[in-house]
Each structure stands twice: as C-alpha cells, then as structure tokens.
C-alpha cells in the first residue's frame, strides 16, 4: 500500500515520475460511512485520486455547526484503505487526534490552516509526533505571513518527520475578494524558494470557497508548478454538511481534472519551457497585484477629489505633486529603477487620478 510512501516515490518527484500532480481528494467531512465509501467508490473508479481525504474533526468558524463525526469515522477511513487500497488522510489539530489516526492506520496527517498559526498547538503536535512515520501536510496559516508556515514545518522537521508537505489553501483578509480565501501566490513561491524540497500543493477548494473558481485556481498552481492538488468531493454536494458550495462529484472531479492543462517535465525542452511557464507566471501574479494596488490608489484619490470639492479646492496642486515625485525618487535611490522610469510611471498614474477627480467634480 501507500504507494504515496516517499520510500517509493518521493513526493516532490511525484510528478517526473507519475507525469501529473498528486491528487489528494474526498470530501470535507467524512458524514456517514455510506457517504465515505460511496465517494471513495467513485473516486476509485475515476483513477485519478491517489489519496482518499475527509475530515473526522472539523474547526468550524462558529459553534453549534456539524464540527465532525469524530472517532467513528476514522473506522470509515480504514475499510476505504482496506477495501479499495488507497491512503488515506485526516486533519489533525491536538495530540489526542494524532493518536486516535494512527492508532487507525492514518497514511496522511495534514495540519489545518487554524493550527499552523499557533506555534503553541504546532509543538503540542510535533511532540506528539516525535519518532512516529507518517507522511505530514502542513496548511499555510490563516494570516500571510511566511515565518509562522515555515516556523510550523521547522518544529514537525525538527519531532524526525522526513515526509513532509506543505499545502496552499489561501489566507484569511479583511479585503474585499470573490475568494473565500486570498491566494497571496507570492507566499508560497516564497515557501518554495526557501524549502525546495518540500512538495507544495493546491487546495483550490478551500481558496475559492466556491465550484466556480476550482479551475481557474487549479491551472494557476499548475502553470506555478505545483507538485499537487487537494480538492473536495461528495457523492451529493448539495446535503453535505460543511463546505458545499466548494465540493464537487467525482464526476466533476474527472470533468475538472482533462480541463487542465499540464506541462510535462520530462524533457530539457521541456523543463525549458516549463521555468518560462512558471516564471510568466509569476509576472502575471505581481501584474495583477500592480493593478489592485493601483485600483485602491485611484479609490482615494476619488474620495480626496469629493473633499476638494466640497471644500472648492482645485484638483492640481503643483506643490503636493512635485512632493509625490521627489519623495518617491528617493525612496526607490538604489532600487534598480531609474528616475526617468519612475517618472514615467508616476506621470501615468497622476493623470488618470485627476480624470478620476474631474469626473467626481463635475458629477
Ligand atoms: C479542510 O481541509 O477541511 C480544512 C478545514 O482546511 P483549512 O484548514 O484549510 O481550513
Ligand atoms: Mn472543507
């Protein structure tokens, strides 16, 4: 079995080996033990999953929510490795949860996005984990910050796990965003530059919150180059009882899965063109992130247009402007950029905040 075992494959060349990413799925909450094997059932079929997830002890945001089977199901786990042969993986938040799965034979651990930031629950679980052998995946945390997600893989490092992985399910915001969670894709480039050798995977689901977006967002990790994807299904999304705007058939799941596009790896040609994919990629990430920034830019500058105009001040004032540039050539001394490109820009930006200001003036 666990043919996900790093002794046989090691999941970061997962995909030079198998050609396609690792495909972790099942649904949010394992339910019912007809619900369980039904989905993994389908799964199986499909040949496209080769680990079964479900959650035995969910961390809902609020009280009084389905917050998992419990123990139960972990029996459901095991008859699905046992009758259908493939690993199986459960989120683990206290010492109790990582004895209770391994007492049933858990393949895969992964460590959700509300435990990852807590370093004193994080050593709590290295502890626990200290000398055992079990695959671990480790949730970015809730808030974007990079140190707590390396902090959190450092202290299951240092208990003796060596098959280890990190998983992207996007971070919690006060923005405005379509998504449940924001990608931040820059973090775990980040992650994966310091840590090359850990496998990074997607969890569209949980990132998007929604059916809609599981594609689009699957492609996106894909074109990054990402050694994998974590995405839920339920034999009958509609009664699931958590997360079921963001869960998919197995048969969807197939659907979804000859929509996207995979480089393969395994040429220099190839892996040629795949660096090129991978660092456009990264352009169109920090491209879209000019645009939002410049977007929130033009906002306030809109409202500051509606003060000059209820205090009848005019839209240009020579003074702040030369202010704005000088200040922002200093800033950038030493960066790389030069001054006449920073003009430019800043040019470009200043005229289309004083459109922006005509157009409340004259509103
Ligand atoms: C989950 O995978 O079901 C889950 C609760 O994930 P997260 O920790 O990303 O919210
Ligand atoms: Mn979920």
């Not at 007809?34 to 059932?41: E, K």
């Not at 929509?259 to 352009?283: A, C, G, Y």
């Not at 977007?295 to 402007?321: C, D, P």
Request: neutral net charge.
């Amino acid at each position: 079995m666990t043919s996900v075992n790093s002794q046989i494959i090691p999941l970061r060349d997962w995909k030079i080996f198998k050609g396609r990413p690792l495909l972790i799925s099942g649904p949010c909450s394992a339910e019912t033990e007809d619900q369980v094997m039904n989905t993994a059932r389908q799964l199986v079929a499909s040949k496209r999953v080769d680990v079964f997830r479900a959650g035995i002890w969910k961390p809902r945001t609020r009280p009084n929510s389905f917050e998992g089977i419990g123990t139960e199901g972990l029996k459901w786990l095991r008859q699905v490795k046992q009758e259908f042969g493939l690993p199986v993986s459960t989120e683990v938040a206290t010492e109790k949860h990582v004895f209770e799965a391994l007492k049933y034979g858990i393949d895969i651990l992964w460590i959700g996005a509300r435990t990852t930031v807590n370093p004193f629950a994080m050593q709590a679980l290295a502890d626990a984990l200290e000398g055992v052998d079990v695959t671990v995946f480790i949730k970015n945390p809730i808030n974007p910050e990079l140190d707590l997600w390396l902090g959190a893989i450092e202290r299951i490092q240092k208990a003796g796990i060596t098959k280890l992985g990190a998983i992207h399910r996007g971070f919690s915001s006060f923005e405005k965003s379509a998504y449940r969670n924001q990608p931040k894709w820059q973090i775990p480039i980040e992650l994966r530059q310091r840590l090359p050798d850990i496998p990074l995977i997607c969890d569209p689901s949980h990132m998007g919150g929604s059916r809609a977006f599981l594609l689009d967002l699957a492609q996106k990790s894909m074109d990054l180059n990402y050694d994998g994807l974590m995405i839920e299904t339920h034999c009958d999304p509609e009664k699931a009882l958590s997360d079921k705007r963001q869960q998919i058939t197995p048969a969807e799941l197939t659907e979804l899965l000859d929509k996207i596009v995979l480089r393969n790896p395994d040429s220099d040609d190839n892996s040629f063109l795949n660096s090129i994919e991978e660092l456009r990629s990264q352009i169109d990430m920090y491209d879209d992130q000019l645009f939002e920034i410049l977007e929130s830019r033009m906002k306030v500058a809109e409202t500051i247009g509606k003060y000059k105009k209820e205090h009848n001040i005019t839209i240009l004032q020579t003074q702040r402007w030369k202010e704005v540039v000088n200040k922002t050539v200093a800033k950038c001394a030493g960066s790389g950029l030069t001054e006449e490109f920073i003009s430019t820009v800043l040019k470009a930006i200043h005229q289309e905040s004083i459109n922006r200001q005509m157009k409340v003036m004259n509103e």
